[in-house]
C-alpha cells in the first residue's frame, strides 16, 4: 500500500460525501479507503470516530457506500430504487448504537460513544442516506455531469442547478477543458 492516499473530498452532506470516497466511476477510478485504517481516517473527519476498522468491516463500509450510490443514482434518474441496496441502507441504518442529539445552537448531530463501533458508524450515515433519498432534506439529489465521475451528490444551492459533485475537482477540469478548446 502506498504511504500517501488520495485526498478525500467532503461535502455538507454525510451520505454523498461517503460515496465519493470511490470517485472516478466511469474513468479510472480512485478509491479512497483502499484499508481499514484509511475508513477509520475518514470516520474521524466526519465526526464518527471509531478506534479501528477490520477487513469485514471495510467491506460492509464499501457495501453500503455502493448501495447508497445506487440509490442515489436511482433517485436522481427518478427511476425505482434498487432493492438490495434498499435492503443494505436499511440494514445498516437499524444496526447501530448512535444518538441524535442536539446542540446549543439547535442543530441536530450524532454522537457515538467512545466504544463504538463501526457499525455505529455506518448506521449514521445510512440514516442520512434515508433523509437524503426520500427527500426529507431541503435540496435535490444530481449526477455529476463529468463523463468520467457521474458521482451523485446532493444539490442545496439556491438555484438546485449545479452540473458538478465537486467545483474543485470536475468543475475545473470542465472549465480547463472548454477553454483549452476554445483556444485550438
Known amino acids: 500500500m502506498p504511504d500517501v492516499f488520495p485526498d478525500f473530498r467532503l461535502g455538507a452532506v454525510l451520505a454523498t460525501s461517503f460515496t465519493a470516497t470511490l470517485t472516478e466511476r466511469r474513468g479510472g477510478s480512485v478509491e479512497r479507503i483502499p484499508t481499514p485504517e484509511r475508513l477509520v481516517d475518514w470516520l474521524a473527519i466526519s465526526g464518527l470516530s471509531v478506534a479501528s476498522c477490520t477487513d469485514a468491516e471495510l467491506d460492509r463500509a464499501r457495501g453500503l457506500r455502493e448501495a ?55 448506521s449514521v450515515i445510512a440514516a442520512d442516506a434515508v433523509a437524503v433519498i426520500a427527500g426529507e ?48
Open 137 to 184: 432534506r431541503p435540496g435535490r439529489l444530481a449526477l455529476c455531469a463529468s463523463p468520467t465521475c457521474q458521482a451523485a451528490f446532493f444539490d442545496t444551492s439556491q438555484s438546485r442547478t449545479r452540473l458538478w459533485c465537486d467545483m474543485n475537482t470536475c468543475g475545473n477540469r470542465a472549465k480547463k477543458a472548454r477553454f483549452n478548446a476554445a483556444r485550438s
Open 68 to 122: 447508497i450510490h445506487a440509490a442515489a443514482t436511482a433517485a436522481a434518474r427518478q427511476d425505482p430504487l434498487p432493492p438490495p441496496a434498499v435492503r443494505v441502507i436499511n440494514d445498516c441504518s437499524t444496526n447501530g448504537g448512535a444518538a441524535a442529539v442536539l446542540t446549543p445552537e439547535g442543530a441536530r448531530r450524532w454522537q457515538l460513544s467512545d466504544s463504538s463501533s463501526v457499525a455505529d458508524a455506518l
